[in-house]
T-cell receptor
């Protein structure tokens, strides 16, 4: 079946512009995560959605970052007034639910470059 | 304190040999899960193996096994009979039952030498 998809795969934007990154999780997966991975680094948690519950936004680095998930499926991560330090690969992952036993399935990522 | 610590930034192993990638974790939650992921140069994150905190036996998946030492809070990944295709970054991760986050380590870069 189809895996997690993300678009665009690459995005180059000018400092100060807004960007939207999209994630399509695996059908039926209720949990969705966004991460940021800077060059040569591990994954930094950004936000978590579980079903219809309020999202866990504790990892968002600033109020320029926001995310929504429509209809419990597709999610959009928005970065306003982008800065050069926002340059990274943004990874989305989904899992069957939020419990421990279920691993996350990752998308291919969106490489964001802020010039 | 770091939730997940991977102290080996880079490792080399001869093809067909076994290699152990270290991971220690920090949690006060009695219920948690430990995960290992592989990230090849292409960038995708591939799930390898899972260990639950209450599992009595070490997890195994093919050539991958997890050496789980609960008292020492370590969850080392053992790859047996290394193959050239095993060259990649390897990340250890943990999720606590009480939280939503997956905590990831900084990764270990494994290079398999022919």
């Amino acid at each position: 079946g189809a895996g997690v998809s993300q678009s665009p795969s690459n995005k180059v934007t000018e400092k100060g512009k807004d960007v939207e990154l999209r994630c399509d999780p695996i059908s039926g997966h209720t949990a969705l995560y966004w991460y940021r991975q800077s060059l040569g680094q591990g994954l930094e948690f950004l936000i978590y959605f579980q079903g219809n519950s309020a999202p866990d936004k504790s990892g968002l680095p600033s109020d320029r970052f926001s995310a929504e998930r429509t209809g419990g499926s597709v999610s959009t991560l928005t970065i306003q007034r982008t800065q050069q330090e926002d340059s990274a690969v943004y990874l989305c992952a989904s899992s069957e639910d939020g419990f421990l036993l279920y691993e996350q399935y990752f998308g291919p990522g969106t490489r964001l470059t802020v010039t | 304190a770091q939730k997940i610590t991977q102290t080996q930034p880079g490792m080399f192993v001869q093809e067909k040999e076994a290699v152990t990638l270290d991971c220690t974790y920090d949690t006060s939650d009695p219920s948690y899960g430990l995960f290992w992921y592989k990230q090849p140069s292409s960038g995708e994150m591939i799930f390898l193996i899972y260990q639950g905190s209450y599992d009595q036996q070490n997890a195994t998946e093919g050539r991958y096994s997890l050496n789980f030492q609960k008292a020492r809070k370590s969850a080392n990944l053992v790859i047996s009979a290394s193959q050239l295709g095993d060259s990649a970054m390897y990340f250890c991760a943990m999720r606590e039952l009480t939280g939503n986050q997956f905590y990831f380590g900084t990764g270990t870069s494994l290079t398999v030498i022919p």
